[in-house]
């Protein structure tokens, strides 16, 4: 069965740099890769997209191996505000031609003073 | 242009009953997708609509629960005869296009809707 891994948890110091990988074995040739961030009893919201290589925008970088079967989200200088739940989203080939979006169960960033 | 929309925030049903949950979304979205969200736990995927179409319902249930996007009008997810293991967030998406995810179909989400079955 298709699926996504994350760490489950992370702990990071203030101001200290945080990757979060998420490994897809089974990506969909034509897919992008989305990450999305989600605090307590809140709707989760984009971070950042790409299809290969490296991607940079305000927030976030991400970084994509020529193989795509993993990314990596990369969060230069956290912050307090930065705790939260990071959830890789990505659409996978669940064999016969079918299609699947499928979430990592995301990894808990806990930013430490 | 206000982002995707969910009524009830909280919704609280006694086992047996029925659940409705709505979702607008965004202006310009013809795409819909519906996730649950169990405590402590990661979204998992539950099913996909297209106006008027169910286009993937690989992750619903087989039984109790279905969804509706109708020409007008918000998206419904419903829940017959609930069970206290129904208890979840439950979130709305919208994008513009459909998968496969590409520059142009980022998803926008709802605040959810808190179902608790008592």
């Known amino acids: 069965l298709a699926k996504t891994t994350q760490p489950i948890s992370m702990d990071s110091y203030e101001g200290q740099e945080v990757n979060i990988t998420c490994s897809h074995n089974?990506?969909?040739?034509?897919?992008?890769i989305t990450w999305y961030q989600q605090f307590p009893s809140q709707g989760p919201r984009f971070i950042i997209q790409g299809y290969k290589t490296k991607v940079t925008n305000e927030v976030a970088s991400l970084f994509i191996p020529a193989d795509r079967k993993s990314s990596t989200l990369s969060l230069p200088r956290v912050s307090l505000s930065d705790t939260a739940v990071y959830y890789c989203?990505?659409?996978?080939?669940?064999?016969?031609?079918?299609?699947?979006?499928?979430f990592g169960k995301g990894t808990k960033l806990s930013v430490i003073p | 242009n206000a982002g995707v929309m969910q009524n009830p925030r909280h919704l609280v049903r006694r086992r047996g009953q029925e659940a409705r949950l709505r979702c607008s979304p965004m202006?310009?979205?013809?795409?819909v997708y519906w996730y649950r969200q169990l405590p402590e736990e990661g979204l998992k995927f539950m099913v996909y609509?297209?106006?008027?179409?169910?286009?993937?319902e690989s992750g619903m249930p087989k039984e109790r629960f279905s969804a509706e996007f109708p020409k007008e009008g918000p998206s419904i997810l419903r829940i017959q005869q609930v069970v206290r293991g129904d208890s979840a967030a439950y979130f709305c998406?919208?994008?513009?296009?459909?998968?496969?995810?590409?520059?142009?179909?980022?998803?926008?989400f709802g605040p959810g809707t808190r179902l608790t079955v008592l």
């Open positions: 089974n990506i969909a040739t034509n897919d992008y």
């Open positions: 998406a919208s994008s513009r296009a459909g998968p496969p995810t590409s520059s142009y179909n980022e998803q926008f």
């Open positions: 989203l990505v659409g996978v080939d669940s064999g016969a031609g079918s299609y699947q979006l499928t």
């Open positions: 609509l297209q106006k008027e179409n169910i286009i993937d």
């Open positions: 202006k310009g979205h013809s795409h």
